[in-house]
């Protein structure tokens, strides 16, 4: 079992609809969660944090923490086709190491 | 202000030789990380530089991996005797704080390919 699971997709929304992103990880030491979008052939860039149990608006994007069910997930309302890239998971423990998921990879269709 | 930057942006080279990367944090940061990254992969984590704290070294992949942080800013991964298996991009990223609960500012990356 990969220390963080996402979804492999690929996953393909309408523009407009709301695009789902869930990812899965194994240690429970976990303290620090991160959603990092990745364009074709970019660096990873941020999109959202999130330490505390429950939900985190900012702007299209929410970000959901459930520590007790290890499981954090991304929502992107009214998707955009400049949404269309590859979001990773990144799980962090308080040591500071960051293991990051194999990503999925969205597209928004005009 | 500058970015995290890395030389060379790409590298090609044979099976066997040695090859050096570098990475330029951002001044004043703290921690920094090197990755690997396959294509169509996610981020593989090498190692992480805290500080003055011993360097978390536990993603190396093989012996022929090795990685310095000189004066807690530049920093270079060496890869000896490589492999074509070694192909793949290099990222580097850096945080202000230490400790994991920082975000990480990636680099463009060093795109290597052993022939």
């Known amino acids: 079992q990969k220390e963080v699971e996402q979804n492999s997709g690929p996953l393909s929304v309408p523009e407009g609809a709301i695009a789902s992103l869930n990812c899965t990880y194994s240690d429970r030491g976990s303290q620090s969660f991160f959603w990092y979008r990745q364009y074709s052939g970019k660096s990873p860039e941020l999109i959202m944090s999130?330490?505390?149990?429950g939900d985190k608006e900012d702007g299209r994007f929410t970000a959901q923490l459930n520590k007790a069910s290890q499981y954090v997930s991304l929502l992107i309302r009214d998707s955009q086709p400049s949404d269309s890239a590859t979001y990773l998971c990144?799980?962090?423990?308080?040591?500071?190491?960051?293991?990051f998921g194999d990503g999925t990879t969205l597209t928004v269709k005009p | 202000g500058a970015g995290v930057s890395q030389s060379p942006s790409n590298k090609v080279t044979e099976k066997g030789k040695d090859v050096e990367l570098r990475c330029d944090p951002i001044?004043?940061?703290?921690?920094l990380y090197w990755y690997r990254q396959s294509l169509g992969q996610g981020l593989e984590f090498l190692i992480y530089f805290q500080g003055n704290s011993a360097p978390d070294k536990s993603g190396l992949p093989s012996d022929r991996f090795s990685a310095e942080r000189t004066g807690g800013s530049v920093s270079t991964l060496t890869i000896q005797r490589t492999q074509q298996e070694d192909s793949a991009v290099y990222l580097c990223a850096s945080t202000l704080l230490a400790g994991g609960t920082d975000t990480q500012y990636f680099g463009p990356g060093t795109r290597l390919t052993v022939l």
């Open positions: 990144a799980v962090n423990t308080n040591a500071g190491k960051s293991t």
């Open positions: 999130i330490y505390s149990n």
């Open positions: 001044s004043g940061h703290t921690a």
